[in-house]
T-cell receptor
Framework: NAGVTQTPKFRVLKTGQSMTLLCAQD?????MYWYRQDPGMGLRLIHY???????AKGEVPDGYNVSRLKKQNFLLGLESAAPSQTSVYFC?????????????FGDGTRLSIL | RKEVEQDPGPFNVPEGATVAFNCTYS??????FFWYRQDCRKEPKLLMS???SGNEDGRFTAQLNRASQYISLLIRDSKLSDSATYLC?????????????????FGKGTHLIIQP
């Protein structure tokens, strides 16, 4: 059971470089999310999507863009990476069915910006 | 920003002991509540949902007090494998006016170490 798959697992970038993180889920979930987790802080929502072709901003969207061209994929882009974006990034997905549905997480992407 | 507060610990307890974690949340409109478990350098995994009437899953018991905006998790007969960080998570539906996207607010987690 693949669930939520994130690629790559690790990446080191130089300041100013761009990259895209890929999240894929095989559970036919409508909702998908991108979070970042920093030391001493809880997970914070970057962007989310309620369905194919739709995206919206979360708590900390600045410096990131997202796209949901296919229901199963949710891409997170960094156009010009900054050291402050060094973090662990988690993707999650959730089925429809109200707030009681839990989110399912991928195993994370560790990103370092030098 | 809506807050979910937890004691960060670490809690060091001997194997077999009972341990309790508490969590408070600031948004009285919060609708759903969860405990997630996160192992070192791993993704969060759902431990259990928390219901108003309280609920139990094996050695784990969760309680919710909406009036006090307080959530608890009790672990009985703790095992070495229970060592992890426990995240208190609150679902605030429509927090971002997202038409039901249900953004989650995470506490920073409570670190539990079970000693042999």
């Amino acid at each position: 059971n693949a669930g939520v798959t994130q690629t790559p697992k690790f990446r080191v970038l130089k300041t100013g470089q761009s990259m895209t993180l890929l999240c894929a889920q095989d559970m036919n979930h409508e909702y998908m999310y991108w979070y970042r987790q920093d030391p001493g802080m809880g997970l914070r929502l970057i962007h989310y999507s309620v369905g194919e072709g739709t995206t919206a901003k979360g708590e900390v969207p600045d410096g990131y863009n997202v796209s949901r061209l296919k229901k199963q994929n949710f891409l997170l882009g960094l156009e010009s990476a900054a050291p402050s974006q060094t973090s662990v990034y988690f993707c999650a997905s959730k089925a429809m069915g109200g707030p009681g549905q839990p989110q399912h997480f991928g195993d994370g992407t560790r990103l370092s910006i030098l | 920003r809506k807050e979910v507060e937890q004691d960060p610990g670490p809690f060091n307890v001997p194997e077999g002991a009972t341990v309790a974690f508490n969590c408070t949340y600031s948004n009285s409109a919060s609708q759903s509540f969860f405990w997630y478990r996160q192992d070192c350098r791993k993704e969060p995994k759902l431990l259990m949902s928390v219901y108003s009437s309280g609920n139990e899953d094996g050695r784990f018991t969760a309680q919710l007090n909406r009036a006090s905006q307080y959530i608890s998790l009790l672990i009985r007969d703790s095992k070495l494998s229970d060592s992890a960080t426990y995240l208190c998570v609150v679902n605030e539906a429509n927090m971002y006016s997202g038409g039901g996207a249900d953004g989650l607010t995470f506490g920073k987690g409570t670190h539990l170490i079970i000693q042999p």
